[in-house]
Nanobody
Framework: QVNLVESGGGLVQPGGSQVLSCTVAGTSQAIYKMAWYRQASGEERELVAHIISDGARTYADSMKGRVIISRTTPSKTAYLQMNNLQPEDTAVYYC???????????WGKGTLVTVSS
């Protein structure tokens, strides 16, 4: 059974940094894409960044220049380094995975990032 284990999140002051991690467990399938989405209260879920198997990365315009997504292949872990966080970045951040040859998306339970002084 596929399980996405997220960690990180919590309270951070404006201008601060946070690192989120997501590890894929319970499967030996090859990963095609790992991504982070976020959903603020009352808003729709939106893409933050994704990284695909060849290393190509895509970032949302709202966070471009402030986030870096990376991935360690053997451990099937993706990281999201977020810098210069602002109150408007407050949201639940979700890990998302898609495996090769599969159109189904798997989601983590989400981790709350709160940016406040």
């Amino acid at each position: 059974q596929v399980n996405l284990v997220e960690s990180g999140g919590g309270l951070v002051q404006p201008g601060g940094s946070q690192v989120l991690s997501c590890t894929v467990a319970g499967t030996s399938q090859a990963i095609y894409k790992m991504a982070w989405y976020r959903q603020a209260s009352g808003e729709e879920r939106e893409l933050v960044a994704h990284i695909i198997s060849d290393g190509a990365r895509t970032y949302a315009d709202s966070m471009k220049g402030r986030v870096i997504i990376s991935r360690t292949t053997p451990s099937k872990t993706a990281y999201l380094q977020m810098n210069n966080l602002q109150p408007e970045d407050t949201a639940v951040y979700y890990c998302n995975v898609r495996f090769g040859g599969n159109t189904m998306d798997y989601w983590g339970k989400g981790t709350l990032v709160t940016v406040s002084s």
